[in-house]
C-alpha cells in the first residue's frame, strides 16, 4: 500500500467522501461570454467561504471521520488559470489535520497551471495522502485502514481522466484525452492486490473514481432510471422508496446520467474477479445514491457545495437540479462506516448541511 491511516482500537473506523466542491473563480473566466453577470457575481473571488467552505466544514465537523477520500473535480480548472482556487482548497482541506486522499476530476486539469503543479501542492501538503505515478491520469495510489495491527480495508484511488485537459496537463505524457481506466492502470492494481492479499489475505477493498462506468447506468436502470433517457420532464427516483432495493441502499436520482466507459465491462469484471466489494464515483452533481449490482456497492457521492449544478428542495418538496438558488441546498458528503473486527462495510449513508 501507498499510504496507511491507523485507527485507534475499540470503535468502527468512519470514512468520509466528499464529491465535487468544485470551485469556480469567476473573475478567471477564459472568454468574457462563458458566464452572465449573475454567475460571475454568484460564483465570485470571494465567495469561496459561502458556496463551499461552510459546507465542508461542517459535514466534516458532524462526521468526524478517521479519513477523508475527495471523489474528484476540487476546482473547475478552467476557471483557475492561475492555480490560487487550487491552493485555496489544498490549504483549507489540510487545516482539518485529518488525512486526506483527493483523486482528480475530469475538470480539475483543465488548469493552465498544469496537473504537475497541482499534484507537486497536494505532495507537499502535510496532512494530504497522494501519489503521481506515471500511469494514465494523475494519481493512482492505494490506502489502507490498519486497526489492531492489521489491515482490513484499502482503497484504490483511480483517475479517470479528462477530454478537456490543458496543454500544460498533457505535456506530462501520461494524461491522456480519454475517460476511462486504461490497461496500465488495472495492471497496477492487480498487481498491488496480488501483494497486499499476501500479507492480508482477508483485507476488503473499493475502488474511488471520479467518472462511472457504464455498469452505474445499467443499475440505475433497475432502480428506476428510465434507460431510454425518454422521460421529459426528469421523473426523480427515490432509491428510499422501492421496494426491490438491497439491504442499505438510499438515496435520490435526479437527472438523466450516462456512463460510456467499460461499456464490454472489462474493468467491472476485474473488480469482481479481484472481490471488490463497493465502488464509489463522484461526477453526478444531481444523484446522490448507493445501489447494489452483482453483489458490488455502487455510489454516487452527495455533492459538497453549492458551485455549479445542484439539487435544491423547495417549499413545495420537490427537488430541483439548478446552477442557483432554488430552495435549500442539498449538499454535505457520503458517510462509510467499516467494521472494526474485519473492515467490512456496516452502513453507507448522505450527510446533507443543515447550513442554508
Known amino acids: 500500500m501507498d499510504f496507511i491511516v491507523d485507527v485507534e482500537g475499540g470503535r468502527d473506523p468512519i470514512i468520509l467522501q466528499i464529491s465535487d466542491i468544485q470551485i469556480i473563480d469567476a473573475a478567471q473566466k477564459r472568454t468574457p461570454d462563458r458566464i452572465g453577470d449573475y454567475a460571475c457575481a454568484y460564483w465570485a473571488t470571494d465567495k469561496m467561504e459561502d458556496r463551499c467552505f461552510k459546507y465542508v466544514r461542517e459535514t466534516v465537523d458532524a462526521v468526524k471521520p478517521d479519513l477523508i477520500l475527495m471523489a474528484g473535480d476540487n476546482v473547475y480548472g478552467e476557471f483557475d488559470d492561475a492555480g490560487t482556487s487550487w491552493l485555496a482548497f489544498v490549504e483549507f482541506m489540510d487545516s482539518f ?3 486526506w486522499a483527493p483523486i482528480m476530476g475530469n475538470h480539475d486539469t483543465e488548469s493552465k497551471k498544469g496537473a504537475d503543479w497541482q499534484c507537486e501542492q497536494l505532495v507537499n501538503a502535510k496532512h494530504c495522502l497522494f501519489k503521481q505515478r506515471e500511469l494514465n491520469g494523475n494519481g493512482n495510489y492505494s490506502v489502507g485502514i490498519r486497526q489492531n495491527g492489521k489491515v482490513t480495508r484499502v482503497f484504490f484511488m483511480m483517475d479517470t481522466g479528462s477530454v478537456s485537459a490543458s496543454a500544460e496537463t498533457l505535456a506530462n505524457g501520461h494524461t491522456k484525452h480519454v475517460i476511462g ?4 492502470q488495472l495492471a497496477w492494481y492487480t498487481e498491488s492486490m496480488a501483494r497486499i492479499r ?3 489475505p482477508d483485507v476488503k477493498h473499493s475502488l474511488m473514481t471520479h467518472v462511472q462506468p457504464h455498469v452505474f447506468r445499467v443499475a440505475a436502470g433497475e432502480y428506476g432510471l428510465d434507460e431510454a433517457n425518454a422521460k421529459v ?3 426523480t427516483v427515490f432509491i428510499d422508496r422501492l421496494e426491490n432495493k438491497a439491504e442499505g441502499d438510499y438515496g435520490i436520482i435526479n437527472h438523466h446520467f450516462v456512463g460510456h466507459w467499460d461499456q464490454m465491462r472489462n474493468t467491472w469484471n476485474l473488480l469482481k474477479e479481484q472481490g471488490a466489494d463497493s465502488f464509489f464515483v463522484g461526477h453526478e452533481h444531481a444523484v446522490s445514491a448507493c445501489m447494489t449490482y452483482e453483489g458490488i456497492k455502487m455510489v454516487f457521492g452527495q455533492k459538497s457545495s453549492t458551485y455549479d449544478g445542484v439539487n435544491y428542495l423547495n417549499d413545495s ?11 435549500i441546498p442539498q449538499v454535505g458528503g457520503t458517510v462509510i462506516s467499516l467494521s472494526e473486527d ?5 452502513a453507507i449513508s448522505a450527510y446533507l448541511c443543515k447550513e442554508e
Not at 181 to 184: A, E, I, K, Q, V
Not at 317 to 327: A, K, L, T, V
Not at 342 to 346: A, E, F, Q, R, T
Open 181 to 184: 481506466l486504461l490497461d496500465d
Open 317 to 327: 418538496g420537490e427537488y430541483i437540479f439548478s446552477y442557483d438558488r432554488q430552495g
Open 342 to 346: 474485519d473492515g467490512s462495510l456496516l
Open 233 to 235: 420532464p426528469f421523473e
Open 97 to 99: 489535520g485529518i488525512p
Open 198 to 200: 499476501a500479507a492480508y
